[in-house]
């Protein structure tokens, strides 16, 4: 077994240095600021209200602030038995065994792509037990090798040590935070040292942490092996991203609409689709460009941690390795607890599940059936093959009579709304003709009919572009078998169901209203969200604060509408 590196260790000492002096820096300022007014009571003989009052309140403050809590652990998803799931715990045994570390005292089951290892519990540290988090997408992305190498980095944490000392970085780390937050309350400048310190310790801890995980990596390779932990890296940065496009554009607008989809199944659907590989090869590019980190993250950039396995043993070649999600006993009936911390409590009713073959006709019809009824109030029925005469004008009268009149919106905004609410009619008008609505995750939304399939949202843009001529649309409708069915009538619409939604990785809930103006629901998460370019489909980031400014598509140039 590798002895830890003795960088590690000088960094773990500094960081504990740092904690030190955290605490130090936060009793000296309260005690000074307790010394205040003993000495102006005690040698000026006088006792100044305003100034006594302001350094007992910033003491106390303080005092209360870097106060060590007891560590409330909250499961992060179901707990994982070993009677029910023998595969994978023997696999955890035996990596425990090679490691030389002992088993978790608790496995659970988690949402993202994502493993870990921590100690939680106790006070300071003092009575916690080990835990381990496997995501459900990494069992559904990772095969059994990869992901026996993948524990075997994360038992590296037990071995050096880094979970113990986790406990008081992370505690420490809390108590600045909460100091600020409560110093900030009183817009006091008793925030400005601790602003200072801040900064330095997580400057100093992160660089601890990335230096522990190139260690883990090589207990990882020394004990399963460089290949698959290699593999097994690359695979996890360019599904994470992936993973948070799946999400919020699959999954979350079939919860909104009030069902629950097969989560790992369509997560594997996605990434075999158009869309999905597009993601995919997008973000192992974008990871393998990255040659320097920022001096605040946790983990080393994807480049630097392959080079440093470069050397190491690469393991034995396995010729038949199943994913890893076939270590679980049913996966599927573990997917509404992994997905249950996302949705609202429903006074002990269960949203009914729902297959991905049946999303396209109860959630987003019911979406487009509402915008078609909103558009059909400003102009008359026509026939699918007259759209390409008129697309370009309905559309600009369309895109200006949907926006309410409080919001003011360019031309390009208004156009591209306009393209939605016809696109949502032609969606419509085939649907009510027998057409199939297909919205298989990773891939374009379509409608399937006997003699073909269609994009009514690109067909709609092509016609107002001028891309596809009025001639040529209505040879293919009549080729279709579509011409002569009506769109943009009044049918009535079934009201949708309205749920709250919270996005993985512990974001707040929001409240979420199905939208009608976009065909991907817009859930709030810290990070930018992505939706499918109008034109081309790749997938494009949104800011959560645009400023007023549209985003355009990097690959085709089209702006894009950003929903409300």
């Known amino acids: 077994m590798k002895a830890r590196s003795p960088s590690v260790g000088f960094r773990a000492v500094l960081a504990l240095g740092l904690m030190i002096g955290f605490y130090a820096l936060a009793l000296g300022l309260a005690g000074a600021l307790l010394w205040v007014p003993y000495a102006l009571i005690t040698y000026a003989h006088r006792v100044p209200g305003k100034l006594v009052l302001g350094c007992l309140v910033g003491a106390a403050v303080i005092l209360w602030s870097i106060m060590p809590r007891r560590d409330r652990f909250e499961a992060p998803g179901p707990q994982l038995e070993p009677r029910r799931h023998p595969k994978l715990f023997e696999m955890i045994r035996g990596v425990a065994s090679a490691t030389k570390q002992a088993m978790p ?19 300071m540290g003092m009575g916690a037990r080990g835990i381990m988090g496997l995501g459900l997408p990494l069992l559904q992305t990772l095969s059994v090798s990869e992901l026996r190498a993948v524990l075997a980095h994360e038992f590296g944490h037990y071995h050096g040590g880094d979970t113990k000392l986790g406990r008081f970085v992370y505690q420490t780390r809390v108590a600045i935070g909460r100091t600020l937050a409560n110093l900030g309350r009183y817009g006091s400048i008793l925030q400005l040292p601790f602003i200072w310190y801040g900064h330095l310790f997580l400057r100093v801890s992160h660089a601890v942490s990335r230096r522990q995980e190139l260690a883990a990596d090589q207990l990882a ?60 090869a997008a973000a192992h590019e974008q990871s393998l460009q990255e040659d320097e980190g920022d001096a605040l993250d946790t983990h080393p950039p994807l480049r630097e941690r392959l080079k440093a396995l470069a050397g190491c043993r690469p393991g034995d070649t396995i010729t038949a390795d199943p994913f890893a999600i076939t270590l679980l006993a049913d996966p599927q009936a573990l997917e509404r607890a992994v997905i249950a911390p996302a949705l609202p409590p429903a006074d002990g009713q269960q949203l009914p599940p729902i297959q991905w073959s049946e999303v396209g006709e109860r959630v987003y019809q019911p979406i487009w059936q509402k915008e078609t009824q909103a558009a059909a109030a400003h102009c008359r029925p026509l026939t699918v093959e007259a759209l390409g005469r008129q697309a370009s004008a309905l559309a600009e009268t369309l895109g200006a009579k949907l926006f309410p009149e409080r919001e003011v919106a360019s031309a390009e905004v208004r156009q591209l709304r306009g393209n939605w609410a016809l696109g949502a009619a032609l969606a419509v008008a085939l649907s009510q003709a027998g057409w199939a609505t297909d919205a298989a995750p990773g891939e374009p939304v379509m409608l399937k009919g006997p003699a073909g399939a269609l994009d009514p949202f690109s067909t709609v843009q092509a016609l107002v572009k001028g891309e596809l001529s009025a001639e040529a649309w209505a040879d293919q409708c009549e080729r279709a078998g579509i011409a002569g069915v009506e769109m943009l009538g009044t049918a009535p619409v079934p009201a949708p169901r309205r749920v709250v939604v919270s996005v993985p990785e512990a974001s707040p809930p929001v409240a979420v209203h199905t939208p009608a103006p976009a065909p991907v629901a817009t859930v709030s998460n810290p990070a930018p969200r992505t939706r499918r370019c109008w034109r081309c489909k790749e997938p494009v980031e949104l800011p959560a604060e645009s400023g007023g400014e549209r985003p355009r598509c990097g690959k085709c140039g089209t702006l894009q509408w950003v929903p409300a």
Not at 257 to 269: D, H, Q, S
């Open 105 to 123: 005292a608790e496995v659970y089951l988690v949402g993202d792509m994502n493993a870990w290892v921590a100690h939680r519990g106790g006070l």
């Open 221 to 280: 390779a020394h004990v399963v092996g460089a290949r698959p932990l290699a593999e097994g890296l690359k695979k996890i940065h360019a599904a994470a991203p992936a993973f948070g496009y799946y999400w919020s554009n699959e999954v979350a607008p079939v919860l909104q609409a009030g069902f629950v989809p097969p989560l790992a199944a369509g997560f594997r659907r996605f990434v075999a689709g158009e869309i999905g590989q597009k993601a995919l």
